[in-house]
Each structure stands twice: as C-alpha cells, then as structure tokens.
C-alpha cells in the first residue's frame, strides 16, 4: 500500500492545457473516486498517475518515490480498463498470470496468486475457460483478477463498469467495494456516474475543465456542496434551482423566488436586496399550498417514489414524492422546503454562501 501526492499537476496537448496545476493527496488504503462530465480530465490525471500519459509539469510521488520518469511497470501500481483488455487465445488463468509470467516469477508462486485472487473473485471454476465463454461481470472479475495478483501498491480503474448493464453495475459496485475492504490497498477510481462515486468512495474529487471544484467524503458533498456546479452533478435527480432576492425582516432573511418566500434563518451574512441562488434537492421538497406554482408536466412512478416535473415560469423543477397519490399532467401544485433544507449560493461567483 502507499500514498499518492500531487502537486501543481499540468497537462497540455500543444497549447491547449487540459489540466491546470492540480494538487491531490490520497491517503494509505484509502478508495478515492474521480468523477466529473466527459471532458473534465479525470480520465487523464489516472493515465498520469499511471505513466501513459505524459506530464507537463508538476509532481507525482508514490509512496515517497518521484514516479515523473518511471515507465508503467516500475510504478508498482495496476491498472483495470473499461474494455477489460484480456487476450482471447488465452484461459481465464492463463490471462491472471499474464504479468507475473513477464516478471519470471516461480511457477508455484504465480499457481498460488492466481489461485488466491480467483477464489477472492469467485473465477475458481472458471479458470479454464477463454473470455468468449465469459458474461461481462466474470470478464471484468478476470481483469480484476490479473490487477490483484501482482499485488501492487496502487490500483486504478478506469471506468471498469461502464460497459455492463445497470443491474450488473450495482452488483459489481458492492463487489469492488467489499474487495477493497478486504484487500486494503489505495485505490484511485474514475467514473462520471456520481452514484457510483457516492456508493464507493471514501473521498471523492469532483473536476470540470481540468481543475479540481471540491473534495471531500460523499457525504460532504451531498450535505454541503462548495459550488452550483458541484451541487448539480452530486445527487439524483439533480438539485432545484432559483434565482431569488434577499428580504431582510428584522433578523430573519427570506429569499423570493418565483412568486415563493424561502424561510433562510438569522445565521447568514446577507444584504437586503442581495441577488443569490437557491437550491433545493427534489427528495426534500413537500408539496405547499404557499410554495412554488406550477404545472405538472410529467409524472414518473419509481415504485418507491414518484418523481413530478413541476414546470414553473418557464423551467422544470422536479419534486419527490414519498406517498402514494394521484397526479396527472396539466394538474396544478406548490412545492417548498424546510430552511435547513435550502443551500445558498452567491449568484455571481456560484461559491456556497454559509
């Protein structure tokens, strides 16, 4: 196991820079997730990490060692793909023990490792079949497999689950998870669905445009994101939001937004007539005869839920729905929220306002 330490961190591709001098620490065992939109540069910081692609400027150390120069192979790490990468002409064993094979390490050893992890994975009576004979779960179990018996200090997977389908995804979420409970090493995940990063993730480091907006356990993120773009992308379905002004009524402050007042509380530093943003998670919203009007465009029946899209002054708004009743498009509702249920954002720079 080891840490992993960033510092100012570039990348350009000719003169465009795609990274800009980022600085991360991930601590010894820990499960860190990097998770941002297509195009954020998540994918290209693991290559970095991982010495397939090259750096620009900055550090990267691996437990204490300056890794900038070293090949892949001398970086002690392993790295899982989102195209699993196994050779076809090869048994499921034959593919583990691939790199310990390049490494000439003693047959007996490589039998045990594979042996071990393939119990570890559950790949014990599968371990003379050839991929093709493979579901997708067990081909991406293989290619963890092959990761796992080299034993390193650092695994990294690069969006391992996108190519399964969304049940797939959930069991193999609580395998990785329960894998890296028992194995304890660091590990660097990459992954632009934020429910995965919430369910896995000790800390998780949201990017856009190359920069890092936060990080913090998913929790944090969820309780009190540091910007409107973090607290849009962490949650499902995606924060409500409102441009709103500030009232001030003796100690209490209110925001008025679309024709609503938001109860705020005395804790906040606000001027009368401030131009701010609110935001309102759909899971805590509860229907109100004095909130937000509007019109139900769509209703989504989850089962546990049912999820409304309230289209107010022109936007969408979605409210959740924990009870069973009836509602039907073209119907009429109001919706508001608890004040410690409202996060506030500056409207000019998106920073949280507390």
């Given at each position: 196991?080891?840490?992993?330490?960033?510092?100012?961190?570039?990348?350009?591709?000719?003169?465009?820079?795609?990274?800009?001098?980022?600085?991360?620490?991930?601590?010894?065992?820990?499960?860190?997730?990097?998770?941002?939109?297509?195009?954020?540069?998540?994918?290209?910081?693991?290559?970095?990490?991982?010495?397939?692609?090259g750096i620009s400027d900055g550090t990267i150390h691996i437990d204490e060692r300056l890794v900038n120069n070293l090949p892949p192979a001398e970086r002690d790490i392993a790295m899982v793909f989102q195209n699993y990468a196994l050779y076809p002409h090869k048994t499921v064993a034959a593919n583990m023990a691939f790199s310990l094979r390049m490494r000439k390490l003693d047959k007996a050893d490589i039998a045990d490792r594979v042996a071990r992890a393939?119990?570890?994975?559950?790949?014990?009576?599968?371990?003379?079949?050839?991929?093709?004979?493979?579901?997708?779960?067990?081909?991406?179990?293989?290619?963890?497999?092959?990761?796992?018996?080299?034993?390193?200090?650092?695994?990294?997977?690069?969006?391992?689950?996108?190519?399964?389908?969304?049940?797939?995804?959930?069991?193999?979420?609580?395998?990785?998870?329960?894998?890296?409970?028992?194995?304890?090493?660091?590990?660097?995940?990459?992954?632009?669905?934020?429910?995965?990063?919430?369910?896995?993730?000790?800390?998780?480091?949201?990017?856009?445009?190359?920069?890092?907006?936060?990080?913090?356990?998913?929790?944090?993120?969820?309780?009190?994101?540091?910007?409107?773009?973090?607290?849009?992308?962490?949650?499902?379905?995606?924060?409500?939001?409102?441009?709103?002004?500030?009232?001030?009524?003796?100690?209490?402050?209110?925001?008025?937004?679309?024709?609503?007042?938001?109860?705020?509380?005395?804790?906040?530093?606000?001027?009368?007539?401030?131009?701010?943003?609110?935001?309102?998670?759909?899971?805590?919203?509860?229907?109100?005869?004095?909130?937000?009007?509007?019109?139900?465009?769509?209703?989504?029946?989850?089962?546990?839920?049912?999820?409304?899209?309230?289209?107010?002054?022109?936007?969408?708004?979605?409210?959740?729905?924990?009870?069973?009743?009836?509602?039907?498009?073209?119907?009429?509702?109001?919706?508001?929220?608890?004040?410690?249920?409202?996060?506030?954002?500056?409207?000019?720079?998106?920073?949280?306002?507390?």
């Amino acid at each position: 196991m080891a840490e992993v330490r960033v510092r100012s961190l570039r990348k350009s591709f000719g003169s465009t820079e795609v990274i800009h001098g980022l600085d991360l620490d991930i601590d010894d065992g820990e499960f860190v997730v990097l998770v941002g939109p297509s195009g954020c540069g998540k994918s290209t910081l693991l290559r970095m990490i991982a010495g397939l692609e090259g750096i620009s400027d900055g550090t990267i150390h691996i437990d204490e060692r300056l890794v900038n120069n070293l090949p892949p192979a001398e970086r002690d790490i392993a790295m899982v793909f989102q195209n699993y990468a196994l050779y076809p002409h090869k048994t499921v064993a034959a593919n583990m023990a691939f790199s310990l094979r390049m490494r000439k390490l003693d047959k007996a050893d490589i039998a045990d490792r594979v042996a071990r992890a393939a119990e570890v994975l559950g790949l014990t009576p599968y371990l003379q079949r050839y991929p093709r004979a493979l579901s997708g779960g067990q081909r991406q179990r293989v290619a963890m497999g092959r990761a796992i018996v080299r034993d390193p200090q650092v695994f990294l997977f690069d969006e391992p689950l996108s190519n399964l389908d969304a049940k797939l995804r959930i069991q193999m979420r609580a395998e990785i998870r329960e894998l890296h409970q028992r194995l304890a090493t660091t590990t660097v995940y990459v992954t632009h669905d934020q429910i995965e990063a919430m369910t896995m993730a000790d800390k998780i480091v949201v990017m856009q445009s190359g920069d890092i907006e936060q990080i913090g356990t998913p929790l944090d993120l969820y309780d009190r994101p540091a910007n409107l773009f973090v607290a849009g992308f962490i949650g499902a379905p995606s924060m409500n939001f409102f441009d709103a002004g500030i009232r001030l009524d003796g100690a209490r402050a209110i925001a008025v937004a679309n024709g609503a007042e938001f109860a705020l509380g005395s804790d906040y530093d606000l001027t009368d007539g401030q131009s701010v943003t609110i935001g309102i998670r759909p899971e805590n919203t509860r229907l109100s005869e004095k909130g937000v009007a509007g019109e139900i465009t769509v209703v989504e029946q989850t089962g546990a839920e049912i999820h409304l899209v309230v289209r107010s002054d022109g936007k969408d708004f979605v409210v959740v729905i924990r009870d069973r009743q009836d509602f039907a498009p073209g119907q009429r509702v109001a919706f508001s929220a608890a004040p410690d249920a409202i996060h506030l954002f500056d409207s000019a720079s998106g920073q949280r306002l507390d």
